[in-house]
T-cell receptor, first 115, second 107 residues
Framework: GAVVSQHPSWVICKSGTSVKIECRSL??????MFWYRQFPKQSLMLMAT?????????EQGVEKDKFLINHASLTLSTLTVTSAHPEDSSFYIC???????????FGAGSRLTVL | KNEVEQSPQNLTAQEGEFITINCSYS?????LHWLQQHPGGGIVSLFM???GKKKHGRLIATINIQEKHSSLHITASHPRDSAVYIC?????????FGAGTRLTVKP
């Protein structure tokens, strides 16, 4: 079945540094990948939709200069949290949509802690 | 009003009970997903529906497009079913989530 690998699964960084999270579709091509954020005991919040070869579409209230998304190939999208601050600490999850289908496969998530 | 309403918010059941979780939405959709999130955070897509009914093991999902409503049923519930269940609606590349239902099944 379709597998999405997300890396790293957890990361701790100092305030002011940048952190990159990768989302890879291992055995399928994904023209669209989604990035979500989840606060403790809350549901998922869609941050942005990433389409291969084009700029990401950000949800209202999500700073595109803060959360840089790159979808350079059909199997890889990256989310970079720039100049991270403690309030950016959260659980970040990606999902990939199989080209031409509504099927979604989720990564295992990345837990970011900014000190 | 949220575009995707889920109920109940929390649900506690005894092992063996029949569980129903409901999802109503107010937007046009191309598909609806039922997601399961375990305490570790990992998310699994249980079902993707655009019409009718699907069954997988003890899980059944239905959708009524006219009424904009979907239900997730769990038969013969088990403690390992304890998780958060999230309804997500997809319209092209636009996705909206319900708040989730936290299910606890007690032995």
């Amino acid at each position: 079945g379709a597998v999405v690998s997300q890396h790293p699964s957890w990361v701790i960084c100092k305030s002011g540094t940048s952190v990159k999270i990768e989302c890879r579709s291992l055995d399928f091509q994904a023209t669209t990948m989604f990035w979500y954020r989840q606060f403790p005991k809350q549901s998922l919040m869609l941050m942005a939709t990433s389409n291969e070869g084009s700029k990401a579409t950000y949800e209202q209230g999500v700073e595109k200069d803060k959360f840089l998304i790159n979808h350079a190939s059909l199997t890889l999208s990256t989310l970079t949290v720039t100049s991270a601050h403690p309030e950016d600490s959260s659980f970040y999850i990606c999902s990939a949509q199989i080209s031409g289908a509504n099927v979604l496969t989720f990564g295992a998530g990345s837990r970011l802690t900014v000190l | 009003k949220n575009e995707v309403e889920q109920s109940p918010q929390n649900l506690t059941a005894q092992e063996g009970e029949f569980i129903t979780i409901n999802c109503s939405y107010s937007v046009g959709i191309s598909a609806l997903h039922w997601l399961q999130q375990h305490p570790g955070g990992g998310i699994v897509s249980l079902f993707m529906l655009s019409s009718g009914k699907k069954k997988h093991g003890r899980l059944i999902a239905t959708i009524n497009i006219q009424e904009k409503h979907s239900s997730l049923h769990i038969t013969a519930s088990h403690p390992r079913d304890s998780a958060v269940y999230i309804c997500a609606v997809l319209n092209n590349n636009d996705m909206r989530f319900g708040a989730g239902t936290r299910l606890t099944v007690k032995p």
